[in-house]
Protein backbone atom coordinates (compact mmCIF):
# COMPACT_ATOMS: atom_id res chain seq x y z
CA UNK A 1 0.00 0.00 0.00
CA UNK A 2 0.35 3.50 -0.19
CA UNK A 3 3.68 4.85 2.51
CA UNK A 4 3.67 9.01 2.73
CA UNK A 5 6.40 10.32 5.63
CA UNK A 6 5.98 14.05 6.09
CA UNK A 7 8.62 16.28 7.98
CA UNK A 8 9.33 17.98 10.16
CA UNK A 9 6.69 17.26 13.17
CA UNK A 10 7.15 20.37 14.23
CA UNK A 11 8.51 23.84 12.80
CA UNK A 12 8.88 26.59 14.85
CA UNK A 13 9.08 29.77 12.42
CA UNK A 14 8.95 33.97 13.61
CA UNK A 15 6.01 35.53 12.80
CA UNK A 16 6.15 37.03 8.81
CA UNK A 17 8.80 34.36 7.62
CA UNK A 18 8.03 31.38 5.27
CA UNK A 19 7.32 27.59 6.12
CA UNK A 20 7.75 24.80 4.38
CA UNK A 21 6.40 21.30 5.09
CA UNK A 22 7.66 18.29 3.20
CA UNK A 23 6.18 15.12 2.23
CA UNK A 24 6.91 11.95 0.16
CA UNK A 25 5.17 8.81 -1.33
CA UNK A 26 5.63 5.60 -2.59
CA UNK A 27 2.88 4.80 -5.19
CA UNK A 28 3.94 6.32 -8.39
CA UNK A 29 0.42 5.84 -9.59
CA UNK A 30 -0.67 8.51 -7.29
CA UNK A 31 -2.75 11.41 -8.60
CA UNK A 32 -3.92 13.54 -6.04
CA UNK A 33 -2.36 15.19 -3.25
CA UNK A 34 -4.15 17.43 -0.57
CA UNK A 35 -3.00 19.17 2.48
CA UNK A 36 -5.56 19.69 5.54
CA UNK A 37 -5.23 21.95 8.45
CA UNK A 38 -6.50 20.77 11.65
CA UNK A 39 -6.80 23.51 14.89
CA UNK A 40 -7.42 22.36 17.73
CA UNK A 41 -10.40 20.46 18.88
CA UNK A 42 -11.72 20.65 15.24
CA UNK A 43 -11.91 18.48 12.19
CA UNK A 44 -9.00 19.11 9.51
CA UNK A 45 -9.75 21.61 6.46
CA UNK A 46 -8.94 21.33 2.96
CA UNK A 47 -7.08 24.41 2.54
CA UNK A 48 -5.18 23.62 -1.02
CA UNK A 49 -4.39 20.47 -3.11
CA UNK A 50 -2.62 19.74 -6.50
CA UNK A 51 -3.21 16.73 -9.35
CA UNK A 52 -0.36 14.49 -11.16
CA UNK A 53 -0.66 16.89 -14.35
CA UNK A 54 0.28 19.83 -12.21
CA UNK A 55 3.62 20.96 -10.96
CA UNK A 56 2.33 23.71 -8.82
CA UNK A 57 -0.76 25.79 -7.65
CA UNK A 58 -0.57 28.60 -5.30
CA UNK A 59 -3.86 30.27 -3.47
CA UNK A 60 -2.44 33.75 -1.80
CA UNK A 61 -0.13 33.08 0.73
CA UNK A 62 -0.05 29.49 0.23
CA UNK A 63 0.93 27.11 -2.31
CA UNK A 64 1.83 23.74 -3.45
CA UNK A 65 4.30 22.03 -5.38
CA UNK A 66 4.84 18.56 -6.70
CA UNK A 67 7.49 16.41 -7.82
CA UNK A 68 6.40 12.93 -9.27
CA UNK A 69 10.07 12.09 -10.50
CA UNK A 70 11.04 12.25 -6.65
CA UNK A 71 7.77 11.30 -5.63
CA UNK A 72 7.54 14.54 -3.42
CA UNK A 73 5.19 17.24 -3.08
CA UNK A 74 5.64 20.44 -0.30
CA UNK A 75 3.05 23.11 1.29
CA UNK A 76 5.12 26.29 0.89
CA UNK A 77 3.01 29.08 3.39
CA UNK A 78 4.83 32.56 2.99
CA UNK A 79 4.19 35.63 5.53
CA UNK A 80 3.21 33.56 8.14
CA UNK A 81 0.57 34.91 10.87
CA UNK A 82 -0.18 33.98 14.26
CA UNK A 83 -3.17 32.06 12.53
CA UNK A 84 -1.48 30.20 10.87
CA UNK A 85 -0.38 28.18 13.63
CA UNK A 86 -2.10 24.67 13.60
CA UNK A 87 -1.25 21.24 12.69
CA UNK A 88 -1.20 20.50 8.81
CA UNK A 89 -1.02 17.48 6.75
CA UNK A 90 -0.95 15.72 3.71
CA UNK A 91 -2.26 13.16 2.06
CA UNK A 92 -2.44 11.02 -1.23
CA UNK A 93 -4.89 9.48 -3.23
CA UNK A 94 -3.60 6.57 -5.11
CA UNK A 95 -6.20 5.49 -7.20
CA UNK A 96 -9.87 7.16 -7.41
CA UNK A 97 -9.86 7.18 -3.53
CA UNK A 98 -11.55 3.77 -3.09
CA UNK A 99 -10.11 2.98 -0.20
CA UNK A 100 -9.36 6.61 1.31
CA UNK A 101 -6.60 9.08 1.38
CA UNK A 102 -3.30 8.13 3.13
CA UNK A 103 -2.28 10.36 5.23
CA UNK A 104 1.11 11.74 6.62
CA UNK A 105 1.82 11.94 10.89
CA UNK A 106 1.19 15.91 10.70
CA UNK A 107 3.66 18.89 11.07
CA UNK A 108 2.88 21.07 14.18
CA UNK A 109 3.55 24.60 12.50
CA UNK A 110 4.29 27.44 15.74
CA UNK A 111 4.06 30.50 14.67
CA UNK A 112 6.41 33.18 17.25
CA UNK A 113 5.26 36.63 17.62
CA UNK B 1 -25.51 25.10 4.42
CA UNK B 2 -24.22 21.70 3.54
CA UNK B 3 -21.71 19.67 5.90
CA UNK B 4 -21.20 16.70 8.20
CA UNK B 5 -22.14 16.79 11.48
CA UNK B 6 -20.27 14.52 14.47
CA UNK B 7 -21.91 13.88 17.51
CA UNK B 8 -21.62 13.64 20.04
CA UNK B 9 -18.72 16.35 20.67
CA UNK B 10 -17.77 14.21 23.81
CA UNK B 11 -18.08 10.72 25.11
CA UNK B 12 -17.32 8.73 27.46
CA UNK B 13 -17.33 4.90 27.85
CA UNK B 14 -17.21 2.40 30.84
CA UNK B 15 -15.18 -0.53 30.60
CA UNK B 16 -17.31 -3.66 28.80
CA UNK B 17 -19.62 -1.04 27.24
CA UNK B 18 -20.52 -0.66 23.44
CA UNK B 19 -21.06 3.03 22.26
CA UNK B 20 -22.54 4.54 18.84
CA UNK B 21 -20.68 8.06 17.32
CA UNK B 22 -22.77 9.67 14.85
CA UNK B 23 -22.25 11.15 11.65
CA UNK B 24 -24.51 12.66 9.36
CA UNK B 25 -23.83 14.66 5.89
CA UNK B 26 -26.42 16.96 3.64
CA UNK B 27 -23.58 16.58 0.70
CA UNK B 28 -25.58 14.23 -1.04
CA UNK B 29 -21.84 12.51 -0.90
CA UNK B 30 -21.70 8.80 -1.96
CA UNK B 31 -18.30 7.88 0.07
CA UNK B 32 -18.20 8.14 3.91
CA UNK B 33 -15.03 7.40 6.09
CA UNK B 34 -14.37 7.16 9.90
CA UNK B 35 -10.62 7.57 10.85
CA UNK B 36 -9.27 7.44 14.27
CA UNK B 37 -6.53 10.28 15.59
CA UNK B 38 -3.94 9.51 18.22
CA UNK B 39 -1.28 12.14 18.85
CA UNK B 40 1.74 11.54 16.79
CA UNK B 41 -0.21 8.62 14.55
CA UNK B 42 -1.95 10.82 12.24
CA UNK B 43 -5.32 9.59 10.89
CA UNK B 44 -5.61 5.82 10.54
CA UNK B 45 -8.45 4.80 8.47
CA UNK B 46 -11.00 2.58 10.34
CA UNK B 47 -14.09 2.05 7.67
CA UNK B 48 -15.17 3.50 4.50
CA UNK B 49 -18.43 3.38 2.57
CA UNK B 50 -18.87 3.69 -1.54
CA UNK B 51 -22.46 3.06 -1.73
CA UNK B 52 -25.31 2.35 0.78
CA UNK B 53 -25.45 -0.92 2.15
CA UNK B 54 -22.21 -1.58 1.49
CA UNK B 55 -18.74 -0.58 3.83
CA UNK B 56 -15.14 -2.35 3.83
CA UNK B 57 -12.53 -2.40 6.83
CA UNK B 58 -9.54 -0.37 6.73
CA UNK B 59 -6.39 -0.82 8.32
CA UNK B 60 -7.71 -0.89 12.00
CA UNK B 61 -11.07 -2.39 11.80
CA UNK B 62 -10.74 -4.41 14.34
CA UNK B 63 -13.10 -3.55 17.67
CA UNK B 64 -15.45 -1.46 15.33
CA UNK B 65 -18.35 -2.15 13.66
CA UNK B 66 -20.20 0.34 11.01
CA UNK B 67 -23.82 0.14 8.92
CA UNK B 68 -24.82 1.97 6.24
CA UNK B 69 -28.55 2.29 5.25
CA UNK B 70 -29.38 5.70 4.46
CA UNK B 71 -26.61 7.74 2.20
CA UNK B 72 -26.71 10.59 4.71
CA UNK B 73 -25.63 8.43 7.46
CA UNK B 74 -22.74 6.28 8.62
CA UNK B 75 -22.81 5.61 12.19
CA UNK B 76 -19.98 4.02 13.82
CA UNK B 77 -19.69 1.59 17.10
CA UNK B 78 -16.95 1.23 19.14
CA UNK B 79 -17.51 -2.43 20.59
CA UNK B 80 -16.00 -3.63 23.99
CA UNK B 81 -13.28 -5.93 22.00
CA UNK B 82 -11.78 -2.05 21.19
CA UNK B 83 -9.25 -2.28 23.88
CA UNK B 84 -7.81 0.66 23.65
CA UNK B 85 -10.57 2.84 22.60
CA UNK B 86 -9.72 6.49 23.51
CA UNK B 87 -8.78 8.41 20.79
CA UNK B 88 -10.28 11.29 18.51
CA UNK B 89 -12.76 10.34 15.93
CA UNK B 90 -13.50 11.83 12.40
CA UNK B 91 -16.08 10.76 10.49
CA UNK B 92 -16.00 12.33 6.25
CA UNK B 93 -17.41 12.07 2.72
CA UNK B 94 -16.92 12.52 -0.36
CA UNK B 95 -18.52 12.91 -3.77
CA UNK B 96 -18.10 9.88 -6.63
CA UNK B 97 -14.72 10.32 -8.55
CA UNK B 98 -13.82 13.66 -6.76
CA UNK B 99 -10.64 13.14 -4.62
CA UNK B 100 -11.77 16.36 -1.52
CA UNK B 101 -12.76 15.45 1.66
CA UNK B 102 -14.93 17.03 3.89
CA UNK B 103 -14.50 16.30 7.71
CA UNK B 104 -16.77 16.64 10.69
CA UNK B 105 -15.46 18.27 13.88
CA UNK B 106 -14.93 14.80 15.67
CA UNK B 107 -15.83 12.82 18.70
CA UNK B 108 -13.23 12.47 21.47
CA UNK B 109 -14.65 9.06 23.22
CA UNK B 110 -12.89 8.64 26.75
CA UNK B 111 -12.49 5.26 28.46
CA UNK B 112 -13.25 5.71 32.31
Known amino acids: GENVEQHPSTLSVQEGDSAVIKCTYSDSASNYFPWYKQELGKGPQLIID?????GEKKDQRIAVTLNKTAKHFSLHITETQPEDSAVYFC????????????FGKGTHLIIQP | DGGITQSPKYLFRKEGQNVTLSCEQNLNHDAMYWYRQDPGQGLRLIYY???????QKGDIAEGYSVSREKKESFPLTVTSAQKNPTAFYLC???????????FGSGTRLTVV
Open chain 1, 50 to 54: IRSNV
Open chain 1, 91 to 102: AVDSGGGADGLT
Open chain 2, 49 to 55: SQIVNDF
Open chain 2, 92 to 102: ASSATGGNGYT
